[in-house]
């Protein structure tokens, strides 16, 4: 057992809710006053609910087992989130260590894989217990892989090293706690939980699918500026008043071709379509969960990514992104700043004519 007074202490509601009546017993011997006396408290407890209580020589046959066995607690889990920063993939992981504490660690990666943040921490077993739980409630008592996120966070290290960034310090230092790199980036475990379930109908708008998965809250991911540019050049004409269906249409065509759009559909954007379709099984949004997880699959299968139907929709949603950026960075509104931009292509376009 724990040798620390307060980790003791800590475990105690455990192993009344465990009914482990053999441990407690060891308890009432403890040198400390205070692990004596809620060790006597627990014992009650348990005996008023009819669990028998063995004799401490009994008890003390307990000790002979294993130091994994002698702990409280040795339950380890891993989640994700993305709802923390808009087109970023967070993973925690709580996992028991050898010595009767643990480790807790926080990453963040981007679309790309590369760790832009890296956290680690220690716990006892008691506060790993209580996150643990507190997760359970919070993901319909669901959770990822701990081996698949621990490979998730070892490949994203290498895609830093690969790209010439240099990974978190802290990433560095606990790099045995990870394995190995994996020889190919983690695929996602989602196709396997979600063999049985519905997928929700896209009907006639992307756009709830799209929100539902985050995408509509995502930075600027693509350069859809490269698309602008094309449709400018060959459509001129188009201006918020042309018709929806006919702008949406131009922007496919606009980035019909392009390479480098391809591949951020077919990597970044289809990386992080997966991973919001983890986090919407995590919520219990199964329906959900399955049909982004298809909308990834969809590009990364497609010859032509680039001008499927529904990515229609999410250029605009990028168009969107990149415009607040770029206002930002002007101090001005999207609103003002798009009209600006209009009025530059108008006057352009009198002074070609």
Excluded: C
Aim: net charge negative; charged share 25%.
């Amino acid at each position: 057992m724990a040798d620390s007074p307060s980790q003791l202490l800590e475990s105690i509601p455990a192993l009344v809710a465990n009914k482990d009546a053999a441990a407690l017993v060891l308890l009432e011997s403890h040198a400390d006053k205070k692990v004596r006396k809620a060790a006597r408290k627990a014992i009650h407890k348990l005996r008023s609910r009819g669990v028998e209580i063995p004799d401490a020589d009994k008890a003390r046959t307990w000790v002979q087992a294993s130091s994994d066995e002698l702990r409280i607690n040795t339950e380890g889990a891993a989640i994700l989130d993305m709802d923390s920063t808009p087109g970023v993939t967070r993973l925690m992981i709580a996992e028991p260590a050898p010595d009767e504490r643990g480790h807790l660690l926080l990453a963040s990666l981007t679309g790309d894989d590369l760790v832009i943040d890296f956290g680690a921490y220690v716990q006892t077993d008691g506060q790993r217990g209580r996150l643990i739980r507190d997760w359970g409630r919070s993901n319909n008592q669901r959770s990822v892989p701990l081996d698949w996120a621990k490979a998730r966070i070892r490949w994203g290290r290498e895609q830093n090293l690969a790209g010439g960034q240099a990974a978190p310090k802290d990433l560095n230092d606990t790099l045995e706690l990870l394995g190995d790199v994996p020889e190919a980036r983690p695929a996602s475990f989602l196709g396997e939980r979600l063999a049985d379930v519905t997928a929700t109908e896209r009907g006639d708008s992307i756009e709830p699918l799209l929100q539902a998965a985050g995408a509509t809250r995502w930075p600027p991911v693509i350069n859809v500026e490269s698309i602008l540019s094309v449709v400018q050049e060959t459509q001129p004409d188009i201006n918020t008043e042309t018709p929806e269906a006919d702008r949406l249409n131009a922007l496919l065509e606009g980035a019909r071709g392009q390479e480098d759009i391809r591949e951020a559909l077919q990597g970044r954007v289809a990386n992080l379509l997966e991973d919001a379709a983890i986090a919407l099984w995590l919520k219990g949004q199964d329906g959900d969960a399955k049909a982004v997880h298809e909308l990834a699959a969809e590009l990364r299968s497609a010859d032509e990514p680039e001008v499927l139907d529904w990515v229609a929709r999410f250029y605009g949603l990028q168009v969107f992104a990149t415009l607040s950026v770029m206002a930002s960075q002007q101090g001005m509104s999207t609103e003002q700043f798009a009209s600006q931009l209009q009025q530059q292509a108008q006057a352009e376009q009198a002074a070609a004519t």
